[in-house]
């Protein structure tokens, strides 16, 4: 449209291309998606003032024309994390000397990625993965603007939890910073659920583990069932018990495991065995 705009201008006839950012009103954009596009810098727009901005575009004579609320220093913010945006760069405030400083400083997110990674290092690859999933799922919900990070599931793609391009970029830069990678803007769809994205993060975190170990998607899938569970539908079930015991420790938590049942049978269960066990046939 704008090149329409242009050719039309060039023949000396009339014509005015706008991109439009979002209308409020009419419950075209409220509620949670509202929440967020203002978090994301560009909040919808007020009609009165939008009509008002498409006069003056007319009586301007404007050939192209962007129309939008937005907040620049945070839209840049968005797009670029701690990096330059230089499609913004002339509709940013300069920044103070403290405050570019400040924002510049890599140290707390270097700081943050190394605790990260020490918290992860000793783990197996299936453990450091479900803790990634974990956190990719706490990062999409807050990107998303979900109340309870519950709500993602990990096969689901994030093309059907509603993200974007820019919510997209938000995930790459909060997930960048706190992981100490360099990450690609398609990230999210790249690795389209939090199954796969977590898997990618592992390997590039611990690239010295060369995928050495060997993955149990069957066992992943039920670790993650019996997570989701909540401990009181294993009482009422009568599985505590048994489940404590698995794992070799009390309702307490405190008593000491004789070292008779560090080496019982149950270490050398399968996880099919070791669920059958724990169920002892009763029904969830």
């Known amino acids: 449209l704008d090149a329409l705009a242009s050719q039309r201008r060039a023949d000396g006839l009339p014509a005015t291309s706008i991109a439009w950012g979002a209308w409020a009103g009419g419950g075209l954009v409220s509620g949670e998606l509202e929440e967020h596009m203002k978090q994301g810098g560009v909040a919808p727009m007020d009609p009165d003032l939008a009509i008002s901005a498409l006069q003056r575009a007319l009586d301007l004579e404007e050939t192209f024309v962007l129309v939008a ?11 670029g994390g701690a990096r330059p945006t230089p499609l913004l760069s002339e509709l940013i405030k300069p920044r103070g000397s403290n405050a570019s400083s400040a924002s510049s400083d890599p140290a707390p997110a270097e700081s943050a990625a190394a605790e990260l990674r020490a918290s992860l ?6 453990k450091r993965q479900r803790s990634l999933r974990k956190l ?14 519950d709500a993602i599931e990990s096969d689901r793609s994030f093309r059907e939890l509603g993200f974007d391009s820019l919510t997209a970029v938000q995930l790459r830069n909060r997930l960048g910073a706190i992981t100490g990678l360099e ?10 659920n939090l199954t796969v994205l977590a898997e990618h993060l592992e390997t590039h975190m611990f690239p ?7 993955k ?4 992943d899938r039920i670790r993650e069932a019996l997570a989701s569970v909540p401990l009181a539908r294993f009482r009422e079930a009568g599985l505590m018990d ?11 938590g405190s008593d000491p495991v004789p070292q008779e049942e560090m080496n019982s049978p149950v270490d050398a269960m399968d996880v099919d065995d070791l669920v059958q066990r724990a169920l002892g046939g009763a029904d969830l």
Do not use: N
């Open 183 to 192: 990450l690609p803007t398609t990230l999210a769809f790249d690795y389209p």
């Open 216 to 219: 149990d998607p069957e066992e």
């Open 69 to 79: 609320d937005a907040a620049w220093d945070r839209l840049a913010e968005e797009l």
């Open 121 to 126: 290092e000793g783990l197996s690859s299936a």
């Open 136 to 149: 990719v799922r706490q990062h999409v919900a807050a990107v998303l603007v979900h109340a309870t990070p």
């Open 208 to 214: 010295q583990a060369g995928g050495a170990e060997q």
């Open 242 to 252: 048994a489940l404590l015991e698995l794992a070799h420790i009390s309702e307490s």
